[in-house]
T-cell receptor, first 116, second 114 residues
Framework: AQSVAQPEDQVNVAEGNPLTVKCTYSVSGNPYLFWYVQYPNRGLQFLLKYITGDNLVKGSYGFEAEFNKSQTSFHLKKPSALVSDSALYFCAVRASLSGGSYIPTFGRGTSLIVHP | DSGVTQTPKHLITATGQRVTLRCSPRSGDLSVYWYQQSLDQGLQFLIQYYNGEERAKGNILERFSAQQFPDLHSELNLSSLELGDSALYFC?????????????FGAGSRLTVL
């Protein structure tokens, strides 16, 4: 079965420091990987995706993610964290279902807390 | 505003009741997805429609059903409600159904079953 795992329920970082939110995946075939962010009382918002090409993907709000095939990882990174980055972050992978359809399957989410 | 509209935003009801959640996708999007978000289960895929037809089914209970209408809006019907159905229900839309598309999410409908 195709899935993603986010090993940390919560990540704490000081404002101005670099941040990393971890994601590992398990898929058969080429992975399609995504990061979304959820602010309080809001729906999820797309940050970035990897389909093919460069392993370093740049996205919204200064975020980037590095695809590592050998480690089956797709960690989200930002060089300098802002308090406003505090939110719930979801990694997702395109997963196949019976019947040949594909849908995004989400990890359980990681709460990022940026301290002033 | 993401362009995906969900109503109602909040709903409080009793066990055994039936509710309907409504979703209008972003203009031009043909595919609608329903997800359930709860603290213990995370974000669970329920069902997907594409241009009026059911395309994929996830962990959707038999008490739940959905449809997509000719104008592309979708409704999720939840019946014989149980306490455990209390959750945030999200609708998302995308242009196509390949799974590589970016999803645009609505703000969600928070269901509380008492």
């Amino acid at each position: 079965a195709q899935s993603v795992a986010q090993p940390e329920d919560q990540v704490n970082v000081a404002e101005g420091n670099p941040l990393t939110v971890k994601c590992t995946y398990s898929v058969s075939g080429n992975p399609y990987l995504f990061w979304y962010v959820q602010y309080p009382n809001r729906g999820l918002q797309f940050l970035l995706k990897y389909i093919t090409g460069d392993n370093l993907v740049k996205g919204s709000y200064g975020f980037e993610a590095e695809f590592n095939k050998s480690q089956t990882s797709f960690h989200l990174k930002k060089p300098s964290a802002l308090v406003s980055d505090s939110a719930l972050y979801f990694c997702a992978v395109r997963a196949s279902l019976s019947g040949g359809s594909y849908i995004p399957t989400f990890g359980r989410g990681t709460s990022l807390i940026v301290h002033p | 505003d993401s362009g995906v509209t969900q109503t109602p935003k909040h709903l409080i009801t009793a066990t055994g009741q039936r509710v309907t959640l409504r979703c209008s996708p972003r203009s031009g999007d043909l595919s609608v997805y329903w997800y359930q978000q709860s603290l213990d289960q995370g974000l669970q895929f329920l069902i997907q429609y594409y241009n009026g037809e059911e395309r994929a089914k996830g962990n959707i209970l038999e008490r739940f059903s959905a449809q997509q209408f000719p104008d592309l809006h979708s409704e999720l019907n939840l019946s014989s409600l149980e306490l455990g159905d209390s959750a945030l229900y999200f609708c998302a839309s995308s242009a196509h159904s390949s799974g590589a598309n970016v999803l645009t999410f609505g703000a969600g409908s928070r269901l509380t079953v008492l």
